[in-house]
């Protein structure tokens, strides 16, 4: 094991990860990079400045400041999970760089060691960006006072859950590996961090309660999320510090052991049937249902779904709308499909294949969750609502495919696409509120956004076909 | 039947990104039952001109007849097809499906004699492999799923752009097989390759590519009559003899 | 069909505009001090704000769009800005890119 070849594969990913996930689509015109650059500079000035003015309010002091960093830790093992999602993904879809990286002359130890290394200082320049507004508000209100709580609340918290997590991940994998299945190793890995995730994230709703609730009493309990800041309360920083090290080291150990011997390279199809082969529509469908990231989507929808129908909430139909979450690949999924000789189709029709095809696959995969409903007929309301929300949503999803597409199934880019989308509707919904806005306005306003957003992709469409076929040719020559 | 499978007339063709014209002046016809080999050294434009014959780029200059009609016409895109040098296929379908899918885009009807996805496959050696996905097949296989499905499609006319580098000579064989079925069916191929030994043995004609010109159109009987070889002929159409 | 786009994103562009505008023009009203119970009107009569206390001490808040002529008024008003500019800027490229077709060097 080298230490100079493992920091050279580290570079390398890190330059991957600019090169590919940074720099597609969009991202790629300089003015949309800057745009994003500052409004995220503006996004976190702004959040600090509001933190500050909030904690100057309410932390008068050590104690106070204490319980905000208790309950952060909620929230930082909460993103600390999702960072640690993002960047699998990330790597499960660069199975090319992972081919490569088998032709060098590097052990596995050695990348496994630099994946680690990378993996791990992307969750922690993430969390760190995250919770920077937090950390510089309570920095401005108590100085250095704040510094020991801060490291415990945040620093800690998050490096120990990273770790527990990488341990958790290398025990599926090994365990799958064991069975025979390691091909399936990613789809079964995320999906099961994926539902984790969305278990935590009910659940944090509880620890927060309790942690405050603790607080309010005047004792501090022990809600394992807040080990460190609960031990420094306990028994001084120092020990924390030194629980802290230990436990590190014994899951780092633990990582390094478990880590499984060979990189399972990904399976990104799988072979569903698919009925009606032979119709224009079925390669579209196809398309669609082989991905296996769209079972990912189907499970964690499904398991969201049964465990607040026993939970006896009418909500649970609104997991269906996990499903939307893979319509921004319905354009590069089926790229490879346009690809093929003797493939024309003009711009309306492609648009009206993703469409259909889209629906068709999200009808079909949200009728068991509709099924649920039928030994529940107060959910019925709440299924209209669905019904045209997924209408709605495969729609716009469709948009965000053309106007930002996924090349290389980035998924930053889908991030962005997302993030905008989100962005936009939640400020004209905010903007239609202050307004008071009459109710059939409203619907005629929604409905009108639909056919424009049908059109807008129709346009978006045909001016990437355009650029396909001009985008080496010199203009008017 | 048309005079010719293949017109291509004084086309030019220019880069955004490049100096120089990627191909200018191009002119030469493919007739029917005829195999025309395509050779030059690498950015010399081959792939360029073929790009443009199945109007995958805007064209620039100059006229390409496909069967007689204008090459961007419904019928001249549906009797030729195009087996590109890279293989982006749809990778989640099987080879069956891909085959299915193929000859749906071209209106062929899958249920008339001669469509046998299994012989095909297990004459090009992938026996049994026409289930699986094609994400799972290797670089020659995927090559051969290109192959299989040009073959049985039967066009008009064939374009193969490097698509025989990288297959078993079994494969080779049975590639030679079907040219020479097809030119009896009155059938051209515009084959692109490097593999001379090939061309000699298939190709009637061939072109010679150099810097986006035609420098050379060569008869391979001529050039092969009296112990001649064609790699010689072409390196000195090339001017480097 | 271009110049129907261009309609089309003015016409978009404005009516966000104008929202933008309207949703501002009401925070303002909101944060600005005035005597408590005074309606308050804002963008030429547009928008109101109104927040009273009522005898059992809670709140009531009448906020919205009072005349909707107002609102689409700044509407066609905003979209003929849009698209005047986008005129302006097309047409200022072409100038460009005759000026470079004339002068190579340009470029
Ligand atoms: N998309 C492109 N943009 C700019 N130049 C290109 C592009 N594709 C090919 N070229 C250039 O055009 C020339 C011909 O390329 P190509 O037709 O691919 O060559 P060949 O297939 O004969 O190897 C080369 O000089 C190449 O660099
Ligand atoms: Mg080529």
Redesign the pocket.
Known sequence: MSTARILILARLFFRYFTRKALSVGVLRCRLARTLLSLSAVAGVTLLSAVAASVFHDMIPGKRELFLVMQVSTAGVVFWTFVVFIFVKILFVKSDQLMRYTMLLPVSHRERSAALTLYEFSMVALSVGVLFLPLAIACLTRLGAEAIPAMVTGIFMTAVSAYLVLSVLHNLVALALEAFGGSRLVHIVTLSLMAALTLWYNGASLTLIRDITGDYLQGSVGFHLVNLFPFLSEQAGWPMAAAAFLTLSAVLTILAAFTSPRIFPLPRRFIRVPVPFAGRSLWPMVAALTRRSEWWIAVGVAYVCSILLWLEGDTAFAYSALILLSQGVYVHSAASRLRLMPGYTRSAGKEVAYMLIGQAIVVAIHALPISLLATVRPDALDDLRTVGLALLSGVILTTLIAIVFVAENDSPLVVFTGYAVCTGTLVSIGAMVGVLQVPGPWLWFAAACTQVLAVVYSVAGMKQIMRWKRHE?AVPGS | MPLTQLDVHDLGFT????ATA?LSAVTFEVGPGEIVGLV?P????????IKLIFNLMERQRGAILVTGCDHRSEKARSSAIYLPSDNELPEFLTGREYLRVLAGLYGHDTRAAGWDVEARFSRFGMRGRCDHLIEDYSHGMQKKLLLSGAFLLQRQLTVIDETLNGIDLDAVEMCKAEFHDMRGRGQSVLLCSHDFSLLEEVADRVLV?RAGRLVANLEVCTELAGGGRLSHSVRAALGRG | MKRLFQVLNAVLAGFVGALLLATASILMLMFSTRAPGTRAVGLFGGVLFQAADRSDGSMTLELGVENWTGFVVLWVVLSVLAFVSMLMFGWLRRYREGLAANRPDLE
């Open positions: 080496a | 880069y955004r990104s490049a990627a030059g690498n950015g010399s434009g081959k792939s360029t001109l590519l």
